[in-house]
T-cell receptor, first 115, second 115 residues
């Protein structure tokens, strides 16, 4: 039972355009969401996060949107750059029932930004 | 820089062998985790530890054991390796005092191949 779903295994965009990566979740107890970026031969690195009390969080070229009613979040990258080419993981955490120690990850989306 | 390191980075072993993967961190974090990544499956939690005396199973702990030798060290063992344990293994850490905002910091990974 996959609680965090990234339904697009891959995405290809042109440099300078917007990249939109999507993530859906099923567990209503999740209240903190994170995006990680992973290059080949490296560990995942934290990119941006959002708490469930917000619907948007922005950091430079990266913006995460959260739609709690739809249990959906998205990561927007504007403008996309070739160096953004990586696998992006969506992750979720819940603060109830002592489960705030665990992150549940999606399967990842491979983003390719073409020059 | 405070960091998470993993040794070895690559390991090839044979079915039935015992193998240990090691993780060290200089971040001063109390919480440590072991994940495995398989193609198309994202990151799955094997074991986690809140402090030296605390060890907990994750979602896929069968066939694995761990040891928390010190706050900074967390080792993962495969008592009798089998081919379906071939994967990328990541260690991660997180601080205790951030409540539900469970941002985790990952090591560079160990690529394990079991023949």
């Amino acid at each position: 039972d996959q609680q965090v779903k990234q339904n697009s295994p891959s995405l290809s965009v042109q440099e300078g355009r917007i990249s939109i990566l999507n993530c859906d979740y099923t567990n209503s107890m999740f209240d903190y969401f994170l995006w990680y970026k992973k290059y080949p031969a490296e560990g995942p690195t934290f990119l941006i996060s959002i708490s469930s009390i917000k619907d948007k969080n922005e950091d430079g070229r990266f913006t995460v949107f959260l739609n709690k009613s739809a249990k959906h979040l998205s990561l927007h990258i504007v403008p996309s750059q070739p160096g953004d080419s990586a696998v992006y993981f969506c992750a979720a955490s819940g603060s109830s029932g002592g489960s705030n120690y665990k992150l549940t990850f999606g399967k990842g989306t491979l983003l390719t930004v073409n020059p | 820089d405070a960091d998470v390191t993993q040794t070895p980075r690559n390991r090839i072993t044979k079915t039935g062998k015992r193998i240990m993967l090691e993780c060290s961190q200089t971040k001063g974090h109390d919480r440590m985790y072991w994940y495995r990544q398989d193609p198309g499956l994202g990151l799955r939690l094997i074991y986690y530890s809140f402090d030296v005396k605390d060890i907990n199973k994750g979602e896929i702990s069968d066939g694995y054991s761990v040891s928390r030798q010190a706050q900074a060290k967390f080792s993962l063992s495969l008592e009798s390796a089998i081919p379906n344990q071939t994967a990328l293994y990541f260690c991660a850490t997180s601080p205790t005092d951030r409540g539900p905002y469970n941002e985790q910091f990952f090591g560079p990974g160990t690529r394990l191949t079991v023949l």
